[in-house]
């Protein structure tokens, strides 16, 4: 799924600081190894920026809007947000709701998709991988 390889990068980008101490001091002492891989990580994410996104959350909603910007907490903005309700009817999903510009904390994120006729002119992203 694509969501995942996305919120696998956004955990990268993040390094030390979803870590204990002991795992810092590790993550600075190979740093020279990990900045390469840190680098790549931030390319990726700053790729995915103005791309339509879909974020479910852990209470069922579902936000779908453009990837604006992320932390190291991996709270996420979302701009010209709409929000989806989970329905217990699997025939009905509503009307969505118009939220505009949107913070998604990381904590409550479960998944996130990228559309993916945008990805495909975005570099590390596209139909060859």
């Known amino acids: 799924m694509r969501g995942e390889g996305v919120i696998a990068t956004m955990i990268e980008e ?12 590790s993550f600075s002492s190979s740093s020279s190894c990990s900045s390469s891989s840190s680098s790549q990580a ?12 879909r974020i479910r959350m852990t209470d069922g909603r579902t936000l779908v809007g453009l990837f604006l910007c ?3 907490d991996c709270n ?12 217990t009817d699997t025939f009905s999903q509503g009307e969505p709701r118009v939220l505009g510009l949107a913070m998604i904390p ?13 990805l495909e002119d975005t570099p590390g992203f596209g139909a060859s991988h």
């Open 14 to 25: 993040n390094g030390p600081s979803t870590h204990d101490q002991s795992e810092v001091s």
């Open 106 to 118: 990381g904590h409550h994120v479960v998944s996130i998709e990228v559309e993916a006729d945008t």
């Open 42 to 53: 931030r390319q990726k994410l700053e790729g995915l920026l103005n791309k339509n996104m």
């Open 70 to 72: 992320t932390d190291r």
């Open 76 to 87: 996420v903005i979302l701009g010209s947000a709409q929000e989806f309700l989970k329905s």
